[in-house]
């Protein structure tokens, strides 16, 4: 069985032409995005072309990014548990780094949610026998196609070994020696299947892709994502952490408790904002040219989710949520 990516061989091929134009990666690096036309296409050039950087986030722990959504990697004597995989292309190159930073074998890996830049490993770790833990809709996910409006992306029915074989609902605990892990699921937000991961005592929150530092973020409205699940998620993980604790984003450099506090006003202003243009009868069009993200593109703007996309999936998760009958 093959993963369906249809977009992906067109957006690998602009990678190749971006490529052979620049003749490097320094142009490449992290927040600055290709020529794509599709989020996706412009995510996955950047995800294809961007070092894969190895950061310290505490004694045993690492993030990996650069490669797809960030990865977390946490030591314990014998082992290694990794949270989310990267994409499929650049796995390999993944595992090195891995065990380069670690010297233990992952034998757990945890996946945030269930998109490819998230999961594209997930063959490469499920095949050489390591447990795969997940929110339960991220299984149901993976098992089918899925199409994520706004966005060009369409993916899903990913191989048995690649599916997450330990499944939970709303929360559950791992330890990795001293290190207790506490899984949470707040209800849909980014997707239906987000986990939000507390390390403790390090004080480390890996939040996955309800929080990209610092881009507009997407929301996938058919995965039952929405802005009102998103800003519920924001609250409880505000309320969870404090000013010391490290905060991995989706995608971006590490965080602090300030920059989550920042990006919860944007979303909530922003909300605010095109729930006026919705309650005035405008229509999606009439609301993209309303610039109701204006002041804040300048900071949060230049990802691969344009200020256009990001107004057209807020007003459709409040269209959505405003009509009982949808
Ligand atoms: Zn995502």
Known sequence: MKNLRNVRPASAFIAFVCAAV??????????????GETVIQKATEQFESSPLKTTSLDKG??????????????VAESSTLLIDSGIDSRVSELGDAIFKATGRPV????????????TGGNVYFGSGGVTILAQENVKKRLSSVQNVPFTGLRDGHYPTQALPTVNYADSTTLQQDAQKLT??????AHTDGDTIIYIAPANIAVVGDIFSNHFYPIID????????????????ILAQTNGQTKIVPGHGPVATRSDLQDYRDLLVQVRQRIKVLVAAGKTINEAVAAAPTKDFDAKWGSGY??????????FTSLMDSSNPNR
């Open 61 to 74: 722990m690492w993030m990996f990014s650069g490669d797809g959504g960030n990865a977390t990697a946490i």
């Open 107 to 118: 034998t757990r890996l945890v996946n945030t949610h269930w998109h490819f830049d998230h």
């Open 305 to 314: 989710v344009s200020p256009d996309v990001f107004v057209r999936m807020v």
């Open 183 to 188: 899984l949470v699921n707040y209800g849909p």
């Open 221 to 236: 409205l058919a995965s039952g994502g929405s802005i009102d699940g998103m800003i519920h998620s924001v609250d409880q």
């Open 22 to 35: 620049i003749s490097g990666t320094a142009s490449q690096a992290a927040g600055q995005v290709g020529t």
